[in-house]
């Protein structure tokens, strides 16, 4: 009798890590796959899918503009409800720290089904930083029966906790395996600007920033540091994909304004950011994913935030907390881009998130230990 897994997304994020797994999936034999995407966003989740060619059998389709946390929470919590009572799986699978990975898990355990939390145990240390990301995780651990750890230190932090070490299972990261899948040496962008830029030669910073604990003064810092770094050197510029949070593009607009060294361009697809990634200089970014990412490509990342759940990459040497005061941002920048010492330690630095094979672990583990 094959075992019954609900895969359960509603971003961009969430489906790039889960694609991989669903592609193992759908090669066993003893698992019938049952997809559910709340879309919890809309356009940026309908690129992952399409991208790796999935076909989701549920789409709850919860996006509205604007929508606050209660009602995502919400409306994803009846869509789920109906849906895992007509399947009934064996265990469902949720990833990560948004919203709908914790309405998944409690809709999951309201019905007494089996619940696999991937990317499990990352902890800032700070219940608001990540906002609400961090609960998110905590919670959705509380009701998990299998943790998947993509490190050692994740499944530390889950001991620290409380959680049985027979339910804990350190993976690697499924961020590194879809990488496989995305970046090509021969791409080539739909922007024009993109492939006009001449990457040999000109150092790009790719910058991303979106963190609602950002949003205001700490983002004004990021972004006034980013653009006047990016004066200093004739050979620098800087690419950024603007989030479509009108409140990060208002800052944006403002301060960057009149900087031609400067790229605004939309958000990009996985795919062409991915090998953008590829191609830039260094990564500047408040985002999660990307600290575990740009390692994999040789990218050193400066971290611009208070607190990060991923300090493995700063152990390791591949990613630098910074901060977001503006002459830490510029201080760190200047470092990189002045001595070729300090960002080769960076650059050659080994990424602790793990060798592209997470998915096959977590399907084999699935497969042992659920029935």
């Known amino acids: 009798m094959k075992i ?22 759908e090669k066993v034999d003893e698992i019938e ?64 720290d948004t919203t709908t990975v914790f309405s998944g898990a409690l809709a999951a355990f309201y019905q007494r089904v ?26 959705t651990g509380i009701l998990a029966d299998f943790h998947f750890a993509p490190t050692q230190t994740n499944k530390d932090n889950l001991l620290k906790e409380g959680y049985p070490e027979e339910k804990i299972f350190i993976t690697g990261n499924t961020v590194i395996d879809a990488l496989k899948y995305a970046v090509k040496e021969d791409f080539m962008f739909n922007d024009p600007l993109l492939n006009s830029i001449d990457y040999g030669r000109e150092r790009v910073i790719l910058l991303t920033s979106h963190r609602r604990e950002n949003i205001g003064r700490p983002m004004e810092n990021i972004f006034a540091a980013v653009g006047d770094i990016a004066k200093k050197y004739d050979n620098v510029s800087v690419v950024f994909p603007i989030h479509l949070n009108p409140k990060v593009r208002e800052i944006a607009r403002r301060v960057f304004e009149n900087n031609r060294k400067v790229h605004l361009i939309e958000p990009l697809d996985y795919e062409p950011f991915t090998n953008l ?21 040789g990218k050193p990342v400066l971290v611009v935030r208070e607190e990060t759940e ?11 907390l910074v901060g977001t005061r503006y002459e830490d941002i510029y201080s760190s920048l200047d470092l990189l881009l002045s001595n070729d010492e300090e960002y080769n330690k960076m650059a050659n630095a080994v990424n602790p998130y793990g060798d592209g094979r997470a998915s096959e672990r977590i399907v084999d583990i699935i497969l042992k230990h659920v029935r």
């Open 310 to 320: 991923r300090p493995e990459g700063i152990e390791a040497g591949t990613a630098r």
């Open 33 to 96: 796959n049952v997809i559910c995407v709340t879309a919890q966003h809309r356009e940026m989740l309908d690129q992952v899918l399409n991208l790796f060619k999935i076909e989701p059998h549920y789409d709850l389709n919860i996006f509205k503009p604007g929508q606050t946390l209660t009602e995502i929470t919400v409306r994803a919590l009846q869509g789920l409800e109906a849906v895992i009572e007509k399947e009934r799986p064996d265990i469902l699978l949720v990833q990560g």
């Open 114 to 139: 089996k619940i696999g939390h991937v990317e499990a145990g990352l902890r800032s240390g700070n219940l608001y930083s990540p906002y609400p990301e961090e609960a998110n995780r905590k919670l």
């Open 4 to 25: 019954k897994v609900m895969t359960v997304f509603g971003t961009r994020p969430e489906g790039i890590k889960m694609a991989p797994i669903i592609k193992v999936m």
């Open 277 to 297: 990634m590829a191609k830039c200089h260094l990564v500047v970014t408040d985002s999660g994913g990307l600290q575990e990412e740009a390692p994999s490509l």
